[in-house]
């Protein structure tokens, strides 16, 4: 089987289900079938939550074959996913029982993944009782027949149903540099060129991508700032750069806007 993908990442994780011998197999507007360890099964697609830059997760509602079961499936950042899974009970909380038995290991290998450069999704699921889906699947429905700030309407239907959920694992990917990309960036820059990244990474992603593609070097001084920044810190970083002449790279965090006032941007 060759596999045609929206996106390399896409690509890439079914590829690796394969080698798990979990077989994408076909699909169709109301039918998904996956070959599990040499058995063919197919799910009934009941709906597809699209991925959007504002979600930043995609989801996809099926029922089992077998059970019967409705499964909520859903990937996306980490930060968006670890925010809907769901909580333990006061009762849960006294008697030590988790109810997310995999984030403490999960979280670990995520802040593993992202300082060596790797690109991340998580991965959670929810099971979803009959009458809920169809009471949840009314409102979806409206707000898809809506011609008014439809996106809007559905995005909030969304949110109404990815909540409660349990976190399966995380993924990793290496984003590979196109050929020839850190000696172009390194040229530019010994031709006095400034140049600026925009990436939706995290920090520590963002600094070792930064390294591999030869914007950063080691003889750089890195001046990051982010939400814990403070305006005292900020200030004598400036003033530091101003006085010394030394050449520093800013390395702002996709959060940063929150640590720092208007003031402090304009500057």
Same mark, same amino acid.
């Given at each position: 089987?060759?596999?045609?993908?929206?996106?390399?990442?896409?690509?890439?994780?079914?590829?690796?289900?394969?080698?798990?011998? @979990?077989?994408?197999?076909?699909?169709?507007?109301?039918?998904? &079938?996956?070959?599990?360890?040499?058995? $063919?099964?197919?799910?009934?697609?009941?709906?597809?939550?699209?991925?959007?830059?504002?979600?930043?997760?995609?989801?996809?509602?099926?029922?089992?074959?077998?059970?019967?079961? =409705?499964? *909520? #499936?859903? %990937?996306?950042?980490?930060?968006?996913?670890?925010?809907?899974?769901?909580?333990?009970? #006061?009762?849960?909380?006294?008697?030590?029982?988790?109810?997310?038995?995999?984030?403490?290991?999960?979280?670990?290998?995520?802040?593993?993944?992202?300082?060596?450069? /790797?690109?991340?999704?998580?991965?959670?699921?929810?099971?979803?009782?009959?009458?809920?889906?169809?009471?949840?699947? %009314? =409102? @979806?429905?409206?707000?898809?027949?809506? =011609?008014?700030?439809?996106?809007?309407?559905?995005?909030?239907? !969304?949110?109404?149903?990815?909540?409660?959920?349990? #976190?399966?694992? !995380?993924?990793?990917?290496?984003?590979?540099?196109?050929?020839?990309?850190?000696?172009?960036?390194?040229? *530019?820059?010994?031709?006095?060129?400034?140049?600026?990244?925009? &990436?939706?990474?995290?920090?520590?992603? !963002?600094?070792?991508?930064? @390294?591999?593609?030869? /914007?950063?070097?080691? $003889?750089?001084?890195?001046?990051? =700032?982010? %939400?814990?920044?403070?305006?005292?810190?900020?200030?004598?970083?400036?003033?530091?750069?101003?006085?010394?002449?030394?050449?520093?790279?800013?390395?702002?965090?996709?959060?940063?806007?929150?640590?720092?006032? $208007?003031?402090?941007?304009?500057?």
């Amino acid at each position: 089987i060759t596999y045609e993908a929206s996106s390399p990442d896409e690509a890439a994780l079914v590829e690796a289900a394969r080698r798990l011998d @979990y077989v994408f197999c076909k699909r169709d507007t109301r039918t998904v &079938t996956v070959r599990i360890r040499g058995v $063919e099964t197919r799910f009934e697609l009941l709906q597809t939550l699209h991925f959007t830059s504002n979600r930043k997760r995609m989801s996809v509602i099926v029922r089992e074959p077998n059970t019967g079961r =409705i499964l *909520l #499936l859903a %990937k996306g950042a980490d930060n968006v996913i670890l925010q809907r899974l769901l909580h333990p009970s #006061l009762q849960q909380l006294n008697s030590g029982e988790k109810t997310q038995p995999y984030e403490e290991a999960t979280v670990h290998l995520l802040e593993q993944f992202a300082l060596e450069g /790797l690109r991340t999704l998580c991965l959670a699921m929810a099971v979803l009782d009959e009458q809920q889906y169809l009471h949840w699947l %009314k =409102i @979806y429905n409206a707000a898809a027949a809506r =011609i008014a700030d439809r996106e809007e309407e559905l995005e909030k239907a !969304a949110e109404l149903v990815e909540t409660d959920m349990m #976190l399966l694992g !995380a993924t990793a990917i290496e984003d590979k540099l196109q050929k020839g990309v850190p000696e172009t960036i390194a040229t *530019l820059s010994k031709a006095g060129i400034k140049i600026w990244v925009l &990436t939706g990474d995290k920090q520590e992603t !963002a600094i070792n991508i930064g @390294y591999s593609c030869r /914007l950063l070097t080691h $003889e750089m001084e890195l001046m990051k =700032i982010n %939400k814990h920044s403070g305006h005292q810190d900020l200030g004598a970083d400036r003033r530091q750069a101003r006085d010394r002449h030394q050449h520093r790279l800013l390395v702002p965090a996709a959060d940063s806007r929150d640590g720092v006032d $208007e003031d402090q941007q304009a500057q």
